[in-house]
């Protein structure tokens, strides 16, 4: 009771004393804090502030598990990280399987909030605009609010429109989602303010630019005017999206289809004419080798590659980001690497031979050297049985003196002279490492480093991820063109992509060219998260995405005759066997139902917002 007493004498002469001295002492700012006041106050606070606003942007699209792996470029290799719930159509709003942060939706509000309080206080600035600091800053913003806007119209349809920051006591906070066609009025809306504020200012790498505002602008107009937004069409090609009574949220229920290509062409237009990229402006094929250097200048983004992105996420190796790991999330586990995101097969056969014809497995030349003669975008994208790559680590050069990628199975001499089997070094039975292999037999090449200095396993590299690249902007064009009948107009571009690695003209008009087309976008921005909202955009998912995955099984057997006691490539040696098959359904069993075509909202967010309306066949 005493020391109860003697507690409670102290604590009240404190408050006497705190109480007797100089107000100041109650006003004092936290040494570790700076007030909100003090933010716009302040120019290079505020662009702190701002700054702060692209860490939505997360790691772009470089996290161990890729959008890719969502369609027919790729599977994911490990178990239970929720792909299979998403490719076998049992995603629900109780159960949404993987959504990465770059469009979760509540992760993307947070963002939002933090671009709508810059754009209240840049829009009534507390300091100059001395070197147009506050415009600068102000676009930049606005273009923040309209890609975060843009990544969930893409996966969600329309959405609430916040375009303040709430404050707390708030009479509601639940807000319904806008039309479709609202959302992507408030989004160009935005992107034009933007470039208009960015117009003619030098930009650091990685932070936004007019020429960025304008790609995304071509980019969200492009979706825009697409099947699947287009509500007649939409719905006559779905019977999901028929009975959504709520079908605005996803399309446009009004206005002409012709006139938002229009607007797609002009915007993409713009960018193509304001920008460079590296085309070169080429009115034939380069030569096989210089086109595929030239498509990994682009996919590294060095060696003039760099002029192709127009705005990227950036990673330095001092950093140590998970978005420099690339290597060792895909690459081959002879290497020590995961092997995360696979490419199949399905993405293999799409690329054409050097002549441009199709690669067919019906061809016997084709079948019995799948690897040869391909489109150099082939070598610089794919990982393939033989392909030659970097040394493998000190303690299993033996295995393999000469750095060439081991898919199958080869038949070997041991001391006796005897046949014995060798498991490829990069397959699930490798004596290097057993559990990390592919299942389809490829690894990815592109956006991994080739430099031999760079050891994936334990190394960060220092490639972009391009959020926005020139030659999308240009295939945006080409699609536009051929929606509104400029055949003529679509070639010419659609060749200068093309001549750029080696390819010949495509000579092709109607429907052949729209094919042509589609599969030189697949092949063109293999795993740059285009693949899996053109298929939805174009309503083509139930022909691709449907389809299962498949992989590659290679043998190698000796030549009579021929010995060889330590395993390498080689055709004058070895008789190879090619056979395509099916995955194990039970590692993975693809399946499209039309309420894939969009994310479902979580149920959380469902039930924190009561005005909110789920997307069709997703409760």
């Given at each position: 009771?005493?020391?109860?007493?003697?507690?409670?004498i102290?604590?009240?002469?404190?408050?006497?004393?705190?109480?007797?001295?100089?107000?100041?002492?109650?006003?004092?700012e936290?040494?570790?804090?700076?007030?909100?006041?003090?933010?716009?106050?302040?120019?290079?606070?505020?662009?702190?502030?701002?700054?702060?606003i692209?860490?939505?942007?997360d790691?772009?699209g470089?996290?161990e598990?890729?959008?890719?792996?969502?369609?027919?470029e790729?599977?994911?290799?490990?178990?239970?990280?929720?792909?299979?719930?998403?490719?076998?159509?049992?995603?629900?709003?109780?159960?949404?399987?993987?959504?990465?942060?770059?469009?979760?939706?509540?992760?993307?509000?947070?963002?939002?909030r933090?671009?709508?309080?810059?754009?209240a206080?840049l829009?009534?600035?507390?300091?100059?605009?001395?070197?147009?600091?506050?415009?600068r800053?102000l676009?930049?913003?606005?273009?923040?609010?309209?890609?975060?806007?843009?990544?969930?119209?893409?996966?969600?349809g329309?959405?609430?429109?916040?375009?303040?920051?709430?404050?707390?006591?708030?009479?509601?906070?639940?807000?319904?989602?806008s039309?479709?066609?609202?959302?992507?009025?408030?989004?160009?809306?935005?992107?034009?303010d933007?470039?208009?504020?960015?117009?003619g200012?030098?930009?650091?790498?990685?932070?936004?630019?007019?020429?960025?505002?304008?790609?995304?602008?071509?980019?969200?107009?492009?979706?825009?005017?697409?099947?699947?937004h287009?509500?007649?069409?939409?719905?006559?090609?779905?019977?999901t999206?028929?009975?959504?009574?709520?079908?605005?949220?996803?399309?446009?229920?009004?206005?002409?289809?012709?006139?938002?290509?229009?607007?797609?062409?002009a915007?993409?237009?713009?960018?193509?004419?304001?920008?460079?990229?590296?085309?070169?402006?080429?009115?034939?094929p380069?030569?096989?080798?210089?086109?595929?250097?030239?498509?990994i200048?682009?996919?590294?983004?060095?060696?003039?590659?760099?002029?192709?992105?127009?705005?990227g996420?950036?990673?330095?190796?001092a950093?140590?980001e998970d978005?420099?790991?690339?290597?060792?999330?895909n690459?081959?586990?002879g290497y020590?690497?995961?092997?995360?995101?696979?490419?199949?097969?399905?993405?293999?056969?799409?690329y054409?031979?050097?002549?441009?014809?199709?690669?067919?497995?019906?061809?016997?030349?084709?079948?019995?050297?799948?690897?040869?003669?391909?489109?150099?975008?082939?070598?610089?994208?794919i990982?393939?049985?033989?392909?030659?790559?970097?040394p493998?680590?000190?303690?299993?050069?033996?295995?393999?003196?000469?750095?060439?990628?081991?898919?199958?199975?080869?038949?070997?001499?041991?001391?006796?002279?005897?046949?014995?089997?060798?498991f490829?070094?990069?397959?699930?039975?490798?004596?290097?490492e057993?559990?990390?292999?592919?299942?389809t037999g490829?690894?990815?090449?592109?956006?991994?480093?080739?430099?031999?200095?760079?050891?994936?396993?334990?190394?960060?590299q220092?490639?972009?991820?391009?959020?926005?690249?020139?030659?999308?902007?240009?295939?945006?064009?080409?699609?536009?063109?051929?929606?509104?009948?400029?055949?003529?107009?679509?070639?010419?571009?659609?060749?200068?992509?093309?001549?750029?690695?080696?390819?010949?003209?495509?000579?092709?008009?109607g429907d052949?060219?729209?094919?042509?087309?589609?599969?030189?976008?697949?092949?063109?921005m293999?795993?740059?998260?285009?693949?899996?909202?053109?298929?939805?955009?174009?309503m083509?998912?139930d022909?691709?995405?449907?389809r299962?995955?498949n992989?590659?099984n290679?043998?190698?057997?000796l030549?009579?005759?021929?010995?060889?006691?330590?395993?390498?490539y080689?055709?004058?040696?070895?008789?190879?066997?090619?056979k395509?098959?099916?995955?194990?359904?039970?590692k993975e069993?693809?399946?499209?139902?039309?309420?894939?075509y969009?994310?479902?909202?979580?149920?959380n967010?469902?039930?924190?917002?009561?005005?909110?309306?789920?997307n069709?066949g997703?409760?």
């Open positions: 009771m005493k020391r109860n007493l003697k507690h409670f102290i604590m009240i002469s404190a408050c006497f004393t705190i109480a007797g001295c100089d107000n100041d002492f109650l006003n004092t936290p040494l570790g804090e700076i007030s909100e006041s003090a933010v716009w106050t302040d120019p290079a606070l505020a662009e702190a502030f701002v700054t702060g692209y860490q939505g942007l790691m772009g470089f996290r598990q890729m959008l890719a792996s969502l369609t027919d790729a599977i994911f290799t490990h178990p239970g990280r929720g792909i299979t719930t998403i490719t076998e159509a049992r995603s629900n709003a109780a159960d949404i399987g993987w959504v990465s942060g770059t469009y979760e939706w509540g992760t993307m509000y947070s963002y939002i933090r671009a709508n309080i810059a754009i206080e829009s009534e600035p507390q300091f100059a605009n001395d070197g147009g600091i506050v415009d800053l676009g930049e913003a606005k273009f923040m609010r309209a890609y975060y806007y843009q990544q969930l119209a893409r996966y969600y329309g959405v609430p429109l916040v375009d303040r920051p709430y404050e707390l006591g708030e009479e509601s906070y639940a807000i319904g989602r039309t479709y066609e609202e959302t992507i009025n408030f989004i160009i809306a935005d992107l034009d933007a470039a208009s504020l960015l117009a200012k030098n930009m650091a790498k990685g932070r936004t630019s007019e020429l960025a505002a304008l790609a995304l602008k071509s980019r969200v107009l492009l979706y825009a005017a697409s099947d699947l287009d509500g007649p069409t939409a719905t006559a090609n779905s019977s999206l028929a009975g959504f009574e709520d079908i605005s949220l996803l399309a446009y229920t009004g206005g002409n289809q012709t006139e938002r290509w229009q607007k797609a062409q915007a993409a237009l713009e960018v193509v004419s304001k920008g460079s990229g590296n085309l070169y402006g080429l009115s034939s380069v030569a096989h080798e210089e086109g595929i250097q030239n498509y200048n682009n996919s590294m983004a060095r060696n003039g590659g760099e002029n192709e992105i127009i705005m996420r950036y990673f330095i190796n950093n140590q978005g420099g790991r690339q290597g060792l999330y690459g081959p586990n020590n690497n995961w092997a995360g995101n696979s490419p199949v097969q399905l993405l293999v056969d799409d054409e031979m050097m002549d441009g014809t199709e690669f067919n497995w019906s061809n016997p030349a084709h079948a019995s050297a799948p690897y040869e003669n391909r489109d150099a975008r082939f070598y610089a994208s990982l393939y049985d033989g392909a030659q790559w970097k493998r680590s000190t303690a299993n050069q033996a295995k393999d003196p000469l750095g060439q990628i081991q898919t199958g199975t080869y038949e070997v001499t041991d001391a006796s002279g005897a046949k014995v089997t060798h490829g070094l990069d397959t699930r039975n490798s004596s290097i057993d559990w990390n292999g592919s299942y490829y690894y990815v090449r592109k956006f991994i480093d080739p430099n031999p200095a760079i050891v994936d396993q334990n190394t960060w220092e490639v972009p991820w391009p959020l926005l690249r020139y030659t999308e902007a240009v295939l945006n064009y080409v699609e536009a063109s051929l929606e509104l009948g400029q055949e003529d107009v679509a070639r010419n571009y659609l060749n200068q992509i093309r001549f750029r690695v080696g390819q010949p003209a495509i000579t092709d008009t052949a060219l729209v094919e042509r087309y589609r599969n030189e976008r697949r092949i063109e293999a795993y740059e998260e285009q693949r899996y909202h053109d298929t939805r955009r174009w083509i998912a022909e691709t995405l449907s299962k995955a992989i590659i290679i043998t190698g057997t030549k009579p005759g021929k010995t060889l006691s330590t395993y390498r080689d055709p004058e040696i070895y008789n190879y066997v090619y395509v098959q099916p995955i194990d359904p039970g069993n693809r399946t499209w139902l039309d309420k894939m969009y994310t479902p909202i979580n149920r967010e469902m039930n924190r917002n009561e005005a909110l309306i789920q069709p997703l409760d």
